[in-house]
């Protein structure tokens, strides 16, 4: 059977990521913590290499890689939520311990992890069919920081 797994590059953060993220996402665990067997420009021989976790079902490897990868704003991870309260819990979640929100519902976490964090009802406004509603939300969107859905669902009817 064919896994899709997520790898995250992290310079010696992988066990305290890979609990950090567990601690935020409900239904997640560590899997398995993997020691190199020799030295490599990241970790040394007997030193943490990867962590395999899962948030809520979904497979992630947090490989402690070594220093000069980053993080870019060309790649995120997104979290469709169901309505405020589980925006507010992954975005207060998220950043926690020295995050930055960023425009739209973005926000990069302590470890430079870029996150969305949107409601489901966007991308349903964004598809109906209704251009007017979906252009007055995107408007209103566009500058927000943290996403309020009550916000969106007022302008979408044009109030």
């Not at 398995?32 to 290499?49: F, M, N, R, S, Y």
């Not at 509603?133 to 009817?157: H, I, K, N, Q």
Request: with cysteine; proline share 4%; net charge negative.
């Amino acid at each position: 059977m064919t896994t899709f797994v997520t790898c995250l590059w992290l310079d010696g953060q992988a066990e305290e990521a890979a609990e950090f993220y567990c601690s935020v996402f409900p239904n997640s665990r560590v899997i398995a913590v993997d020691e190199t067997p020799i030295d490599t420009p990241g970790p040394k021989a007997g030193e943490v290499l990867t962590v395999e976790f899962e948030l809520d079902g979904r497979a992630f490897l947090a490989l402690n890689g070594g220093p000069g990868v980053e993080f870019t704003d060309a790649i995120s991870l997104e979290i469709r939520c169901s309505d405020q309260a589980e925006i507010d819990h992954y975005w207060d979640g998220l950043l926690a311990g020295g995050g930055r929100e960023m425009q739209c519902g973005w926000l990069i976490d302590r470890f430079g992890v870029r996150w969305q964090v949107a409601p489901h009802s966007l991308y349903e406004l964004w598809r109906s069919g209704d251009q007017a509603a979906a252009a007055r939300a995107f408007t209103v969107m566009m500058d927000m920081v943290r996403l309020d859905v009550a916000a969106l669902e007022r302008a979408a009817r044009g109030a």
